[in-house]
């Protein structure tokens, strides 16, 4: 039978959100071009085959290492080869697996890549211990030398991470071991994403409408508090059946985490988590400390959330919805993609015309699918443009959430350009600036350009629910890895009971007494994929901090503010990244940095009523 053909279905009756559609309903504009990496299997066939030989001949110069400067960088320059092409071909599987994660012919593909990639981690973990095996001072030496002196950063970072680098032979075993420890987290999604159902619910036509975890949130979102409610509850219900699994899972990543740092003598999780890009700790505890200290603010926020929703008792489903005195519109995805275009007019002409590229080119999946990855996120790879998936479903949160992603692919697209592939991949502790920062502008130019007041205090109540989830819950979320990771580090189990006891504390603390704490909440730790990430949440809220000040320069034209931007994008991984953002004017290890941030929701807070 032939399946209707849908161009676009939000321009077709704006005010329906359609939940779940298959694959071959939605047009091809909606659709990421997958056929730019490959056109067909063969193709990808063609290269998988590649990686041997190419391994091959990095393998003959096992032992050679210390015999000149030349020796290393072809060392160097064979490994980047093979991981360039791996990075490729991995890049497709996974886009095609994020496609359809019940397809079992795309996993087959994920399990083959993924078992080449621990092979070509086995086969290559010889090279570092070889090179920090040659004495300091000859390997300094030859750094100086004129054929290494593009890897010298990579050299000075080996020797920093010589007292975390086991034998080749132990580096091998590691190397084959590390495809079996994300276990835990790729059974995490499969269960999240593909085998978990969740129950019908009413929509406010009064349809019932399946629950997924794309739509979760835009039922939230919605002025009816009981949909608000029910569907909050038949979430978490759903959790609740599946909460030692979960705890099970999650046990399994942090134990894995634990047995890295064990195993490479670092101090603890956290530590190991931070070294990479020479983090200290007391930024992470500067966050959490600086957080807690300025929560009076958010509950005042809560405050006044409640007395404008004119509610007795304000619950955790209440947090989403607007507040604001109109109803938030449906935007179609024309709409969406001219309004992040046009908001990104501080940026030039030139930024603009590339990140139009994004439409034009077919960068993104737009819509929601059974079986579609679930969330939004930025792909691709050095060889191909970037990769955008969302599931768009016509909120202003999904508005928000495409300058985001374009943020993260235009880091992407700009540092490709600017860098080899040895230091074009940038640190994640970056990657989160770009991203917010282009959501404040899109916030900004929405401000600037709507005559609704109305619309205005929808866009300001926007901003602050992004400050609370982007700065507050996921501080939140980082202090609770570290409560995790600790009890893992004094080898105790992570049981639900215990998950459960100690985030629901968590919540209760960080929402204060304005807010109704329920109890269901207590299971919100077995939905959140970042905690099998190993430290990753804090990265937002210090991105936020750092976007917020770059964005202010750029709305007020401040001389200087688009080069300091755009060699921000630029760097990649070629400097540290704390020295990538002090150039830049930030200063992350300053309590001021965080402090600020909450000044600005502050600031924000007050103009709200005035809007509303």
Known sequence: MQLPHIDNCF????????????????????????????????????????????????????????????????????????????????????????????????????????????????????????????????????????????????????????????????????????????????????????????PKIKNEKGDDVELTQSNFVTFLRTEDRNIRKNAFEKMYETYSGFQNTFASLLDGTVKADVFGVRTRKFRDCLDDALFEDKIPASLYHNLISSARKNLPVIHKYYGIRKKALKLDELHLYDMYNNIAATKEQTWTWDEAKEAVINSLEPLGKNYQREAKQAFDERWIDVLPRRGKKSGAYSGGCYDSHPYILMNFQGTLDDVFTLAHELGHSMHSFYANKAQSYHYADYSIFLAEIASITSELLLHEHLI??????????????????????????????????????????????????????????????????KV??????????????????????????????????????????DRGALDDYVKFLECGSSRDVLDILKTCGIEPESNEFINDSFLLFGKKMEDLPLLS
């Open 448 to 513: 600037k350009t709507s005559k609704d007041k109305n619309f205005r205090a929808v866009l300001i109540n926007h901003l602050l629910d992004e400050f609370r989830a982007t700065v507050v819950r996921q501080t939140m979320f980082a202090e609770f890895e570290l409560i995790i990771h600790k009890h893992r580090e004094e080898d105790e189990t992570l049981t639900a009971d215990f998950l459960k006891e100690k985030y629901y504390r968590l919540v209760c603390e960080y929402f204060g007494e």
């Open 11 to 198: 321009s077709i009756e704006k005010d329906k959100i359609i939940d779940v559609l298959e694959r071959p309903q939605i047009g091809a504009e909606l659709k990421w071009n997958l056929e730019a990496l490959y056109a067909d299997l063969k193709l990808w066939r063609s290269d998988f085959e590649k990686i041997d030989p190419m391994l091959k001949h990095l393998n003959e110069l096992k032992g050679c290492l210390a015999d000149s400067p030349e020796t290393i960088k072809t060392a160097f320059e064979l490994e980047d080869d093979i991981s360039r092409l791996l990075e490729k071909l991995s890049a497709y599987v996974r886009h095609k697996s994020d496609e359809n994660t019940a397809d079992n012919q795309n996993l087959a593909l994920l399990g083959k890549i993924s078992s080449k990639d621990t092979l070509v981690d086995a086969e290559t973990a010889w090279i570092e211990p070889e090179i920090l095996a040659i004495d300091e001072e000859k390997l300094r030496q030859f750094a100086q030398s004129p054929g290494l002196s593009f890897y010298k950063k990579t050299l000075d970072d080996l020797i920093i991470m010589k007292p975390h680098t086991l034998s080749a032979d132990e580096e091998k075993i590691l190397g084959l071991v590390s495809d079996s420890l994300s276990t835990s987290y790729d059974t995490f999604i499969l269960l999240s994403n593909a085998d978990m159902r969740f």
């Open 516 to 557: 109704f704490c329920d109890k269901l909440i207590e299971y919100e730790w077995a939905r959140i994929p970042h905690f099998h990430y190993g430290f990753y949440v804090y990265k937002y809220a210090t991105g936020f901090a750092a976007s917020a000040k770059f964005a202010k320069r750029l709305i007020d034209g």
